[in-house]
């Protein structure tokens, strides 16, 4: 049994006929967790604690909680990197919640994988709560196999002084719908959210983030990276919030996105919302066809114009996964990375 349901919605709607305002996506019922709480030493916890919104939005929260997936909290050593490394065989649903204390800084990894001749979907949300002068590094790596069907979900809320970095590097194999949210709660909070993406052979990507800025002196950037080629469809949502009351915050959003041939859909809508005068945002994008005289450099060099486009789309995932804090977790993704073009 499945279920459709809208996620990714903007807020406000903008003209319909762009179809960008949500996506439905169509998730099995009977999913089960994928990530025990006896592996990662977790806990289940009442979900009334931890109702934070998300950017997939409240129709997967409802989904979710029909499908009886409970919410598990990980307690972290430390700053010690937390990896969560799984290969995906069935139709999975995980709810991860992570907490840092006051002056906590805690290392967070994910990698979502499977097999190209698994037919799977696999939901993953992540919650987290970045009390005082803490700090949230994030990193999420996202490979799935061209069967496996991908929901990335996350939730985050930041108190006074509290920094969440969270790092994404989305490579090539199959469909991916993810979603993003925090809430800059506290006085000179500040989040940051880089994102490296490729998408080719017809995938499609459909993203959803909002920074929303409810106190002052935050900070929020929204920055992401990526290549498209044969038949791809992205669509990126980026919302920058400021809220009446949160004077002196900055937020901005930037989108660098190469085309790499005649046959995508690229359709990218940034969005400032302001009800407050004394703040400052931005937002731009780049959107285009590779430079011809860094092509031709290249080809000067020996190298063919498809190893040239190959070199620019790895480009672009590094340029994420060199900005994750962790070098554990740096060394991990870049080494992916590597591993996927090697040879090519």
């Not at 991908?150 to 930041?158: K, P, R, T």
């Not at 090539?172 to 490729?198: C, F, K, M, P, Q």
């Not at 080629?229 to 990126?236: D, E, L, M, R």
Request: hydrophobic fraction near 40%; aromatic fraction near 4%; proline fraction near 3%.
């Amino acid at each position: 049994m499945a279920e459709k349901i809208k996620i990714n919605s903007l807020v406000p709607p903008t003209w319909n006929r762009l179809k960008v305002n949500d996506i439905t996506v169509e998730l099995p019922l009977g999913s089960v967790p994928a990530v025990s709480a006896a592996e990662t030493n977790g806990k289940e916890v009442d979900p009334s604690l931890w109702q934070i919104e998300t950017g997939c939005g409240k129709e997967l929260t409802d989904f979710l909680e029909k499908n009886g997936t409970v919410p598990i909290f990980i307690k972290t050593d430390g700053e010690k990197l937390f990896s969560i490394k799984k290969k995906y065989d069935k139709n999975s649903a995980d709810i991860l919640c992570f907490e840092a204390k006051e002056g906590e800084t805690l290392n967070i990894l994910t990698d979502m994988t499977s097999e190209d001749e698994t037919e799977c979907t696999a939901i993953l949300k992540v919650l987290i709560k970045a009390g005082k002068n803490s700090v949230v590094n994030l990193s999420q790596l996202v490979r799935p196999g061209k069967g496996m069907k991908v929901v990335s979900d996350i939730g985050s809320v930041a108190e006074e002084g509290a920094k969440i970095n969270m790092i994404q590097v989305f490579m090539d194999g199959s469909d991916i719908s993810t979603g993003s949210r925090t809430a800059l709660i506290g006085e000179n909070s500040v989040a940051e959210n880089r994102v490296g993406l490729v998408r080719t052979n017809g995938q499609t990507l459909d993203m959803n983030y909002v920074m929303k800025h409810l106190a002052k002196c935050t900070v929020a950037n929204i920055d992401v990276t990526g290549a498209l080629s044969k038949n791809a469809q992205k669509i990126f949502r980026g919302t920058i919030d400021f809220v009446s009351g949160c004077t002196g915050s900055d937020g901005a959003e930037a989108e660098n996105m190469l085309l790499l041939d005649n046959t995508i859909v690229n359709k990218t809508v940034p969005l400032i919302l302001c009800t407050e005068e004394s703040v400052a945002g931005a937002h731009g994008a780049t959107i285009g066809r590779p430079s011809e005289d860094i092509v031709f450099y290249m080809m000067s060099r020996g190298i063919s114009k498809a190893k040239a486009l190959q070199i620019l789309e790895r480009a672009s995932l590094e340029a994420a996964a060199n900005q994750i804090d962790d070098a554990d977790a740096r060394d991990y993704v870049l080494g992916i990375i590597a591993e996927k073009y090697v040879g090519d």
